[in-house]
């Protein structure tokens, strides 16, 4: 019972971590420049920017996830959910709590310390957001969880239909939130870069999951090895 116990915790307090890694990347280097890569927390992002602020990005985060919740219970269980509701709430707590601090770490200390940032890059935001962003799901993912959002959505789509990666998946679904995006900023560039860090917070989670390198081995077992080996090599070019 103390092994489970503490098993729990350590579960718990690891999405934590990666819950703590995605915020730094959202509000440092995604939300504060229209950077919206898709997922709940681009299409949150871009609802907030329309609204004017009127409503935080965490409180949107949260009432979109609620549907894929009820989803993501039928699909893979109490725990799954709880795991991952968990997440969604922490993360969407932080990005709401922590974000007058991150401002003023930014306008205060930040652009007094280099004055070039005061002219944002977008294409550093979008590289190193990417990055962090896809490092900090990726912790979350190893779990058995997800922040919710369209990485809840991927990751019900990884169980039923494995042949493409979590990575594969969230580029699919995220595609028609930036080009959204991109509409409602009226801003071809940040749809552009919004995809830029997509594609590298994919290729994140696909590293940090499977490994840089990585290759898959099935293993046959059958009294017609000779036979299955020169199909396989014949007609579907893998080796065996």
Wanted: glycine fraction near 10%; include cysteine; charge should be positive.
């Amino acid at each position: 019972m103390g092994k489970l116990i503490k098993r729990v915790w350590r579960t718990y307090l690891v999405i934590a971590l990666g819950c703590v890694v995605m915020t730094i990347a959202m509000n440092l280097f995604l939300i504060p420049y229209k950077l919206a890569p898709g997922g709940v927390s681009g299409l949150s992002t871009v609802i907030f920017y329309m609204t004017g602020g009127s409503i935080p990005v965490g409180v949107l985060m949260l009432l979109f996830n609620i549907p894929l919740f009820l989803t993501g219970y039928k699909s893979r269980g109490g725990q799954f959910l709880y795991r991952s509701f968990f997440g969604a709430v922490l993360l969407s707590a932080l990005i709401d709590g922590t974000a007058p601090f991150f401002n003023t770490l930014v306008n205060e200390y930040f652009i007094q310390f280099d004055k070039s940032m005061a002219t944002p890059d977008l294409l550093l935001n979008a590289l190193i957001g990417g990055c962090i962003m896809g490092f900090g799901l990726g912790i979350v993912l190893k779990e058995d969880a997800t922040t919710g959002g369209t990485d809840l959505a991927a990751a019900i789509f990884k169980k039923f239909f494995p042949q493409f990666s979590v990575g594969q998946y969230l580029l699919f679904i995220d595609g028609s939130i930036i080009v959204f995006a991109a509409i409602a900023f009226r801003s071809v560039k940040l749809g552009l870069y919004a995809a830029l860090s997509l594609y590298v917070a994919s290729k994140t989670i696909d590293a940090y999951l499977e490994g840089v390198k990585f290759s898959k081995c099935l293993l046959i077992i059958s009294e017609q090895s000779e036979l299955i080996a020169k199909r396989l090599l014949g007609e579907v070019d893998r080796g065996v």
